[in-house]
C-alpha cells in the first residue's frame, strides 16, 4: 500500500486572511462538523501547533469501506471550497484506502480501517508526549 505522495507547502493561500487563528479554528470546525455529519469513525484530531510547521491540526479518521472514505473526502472538499473559499489538494481519492486532505492550516488523513492500524500515524505524532514521560526523561 503506496503512501499518499505529500503535498507541497510552500504555495501561497487563496485569501490574506488564511492562517489567522479566527480561520484556523473556522476550518477546524467545519472539518470535524463534516466528518460528524458523514458518519466518520474514530475522528482524532492531534494539535501541531509547536510541534509541526506544516499545519496547525492534523484530523484522521476511518470510514468503513473505500467507498465512505470518497464520498467523506469529496464532500469536505466541497464544503470547505462553498463555505470558506479555499481549494485544497487531494491525494489517494481514485484507490480510497488513504486519502489525504491538505488544507494548508488543517491537514485531513481519511483511512480505511485496516490502512489506518497498518500506518498508525496517531503513535507516530505521539513521540513526544511519550518522549515527556518515558522513565529516566
Do not use: C
Not at 73 to 98: C, F, H, M, N, Y
Request: aromatic share 4%.
Amino acid at each position: 500500500m503506496p503512501a499518499p505522495a505529500p503535498a507541497s507547502h510552500g504555495e501561497a493561500h487563496d485569501a490574506p486572511d488564511h492562517g489567522s487563528d479566527q480561520a484556523v479554528e473556522a476550518l477546524h470546525d467545519l472539518v470535524l462538523r463534516s466528518l460528524d455529519d458523514d458518519q466518520a469513525v474514530d475522528v482524532v484530531t492531534i494539535p501541531l501547533t509547536g510541534k509541526s510547521n506544516i499545519a496547525d491540526h492534523m484530523v484522521i479518521a476511518s470510514g468503513r469501506s473505500t467507498r465512505q472514505v470518497a464520498s467523506m473526502a469529496q464532500k469536505l472538499t466541497e464544503r470547505i471550497k462553498q463555505e470558506l473559499g479555499r481549494s485544497v489538494r487531494v491525494e489517494g481519492l481514485p484507490i480510497a484506502d488513504w486519502v489525504l486532505i491538505d488544507a494548508n492550516d488543517v491537514i485531513v488523513h481519511l483511512f480505511r480501517p485496516e490502512v489506518r492500524s497498518f500506518y498508525n500515524l496517531e503513535r507516530m505524532w505521539a513521540f513526544e508526549e511519550k518522549a515527556a514521560v518515558a522513565p529516566g526523561a
